[in-house]
């Protein structure tokens, strides 16, 4: 089976431009979870969507937003970037949203 | 007081032994602990979890859970060079609307050498 897939892999943007990051969950996981991860840290909770809807969100400014599909995909979108938002940005699917499955990131970095 | 708690290393242990992963937690109503690895420039990937006290056995890999003392831990037997990576701990407290957030510790990094 698939596992979580992720586009695009790298990204490089500048300061101010808008960001689009997509995901894939594993067939038949509901969930999507959206974390970000900056180098030498542990990854750090954005979002969660069960079912198309959000179940929770982290302490990330509205700049951050994000949507689920009828097919269980996802979008995490980043408005007006910022230099700190350079970051490894994982995506997690789940049948639950107990166990967390991680695609291979998309690796923003803001110029 | 961070919520989850690692110490970053390097553990540094020969092959063949065993290496022994600590994380604590500040966080009474967690309810379900995971241990992730993480190659270098790779993300990570879930090698075990645990939701009761006691030990969790997988393979070379057994959890441990101790909830009175807010400590988690995770030892390799027979380590090998390739379970050099970083290993990240992370807490799940269900909150109120059903979601499951986890919060990860910031890892300890692992180097087994021949």
């Known amino acids: 089976d698939a596992g979580v897939t992720q586009s695009p892999t790298h990204l490089i943007k500048t300061r101010g431009q808008q960001v689009t990051l997509r995901c894939s969950p594993i067939s038949g996981h509901k969930s999507v979870s959206w974390y970000q991860q900056v180098l030498g840290q542990g990854p750090q909770f954005i979002f969660q969507y069960y079912e198309k809807e959000e179940r929770g969100r982290g302490n990330f400014p509205d700049r951050f937003s994000a949507r689920q599909f009828p097919n269980y995909s996802s979008e995490l979108n980043v408005n007006a970037l910022l230099l700190g938002d350079s970051a490894l940005y994982l995506c997690?699917?789940?049948?639950?949203?107990?166990?967390?499955?991680f695609g291979p990131g998309t690796r923003l970095t803001v110029l | 007081q961070k919520e989850v708690e690692q110490n970053s290393g390097p553990l540094s242990v020969p092959e063949g032994a065993i290496a022994s992963l600590n994380c604590t937690y500040s966080?009474?109503?967690?309810?379900?602990f995971f241990w992730y690895r993480q190659y270098s420039g790779k993300s990570p990937e879930l090698i075990m979890f645990?939701?009761?006290?006691g030990d969790k056995e997988d393979g070379r890999f057994t959890a441990q859970l101790n909830k009175a003392s807010q400590y988690v831990s995770l030892l390799i037997r027979d380590s090998q060079p390739s379970d050099s990576a970083t290993y990240l701990c992370?807490?799940?407290?269900?909150?109120?609307?059903?979601?499951?957030?986890?919060?990860f510790g910031a890892g300890t990094r692992l180097a087994v050498h021949p």
């Open positions: 992370a807490v799940n407290f269900h909150r109120s609307g059903g979601y499951n957030k986890l919060i």
């Open positions: 966080d009474r109503g967690s309810q379900s």
């Open positions: 645990i939701y009761s006290n």
């Open positions: 997690a699917s789940s049948w639950t949203g107990e166990e967390q499955f």
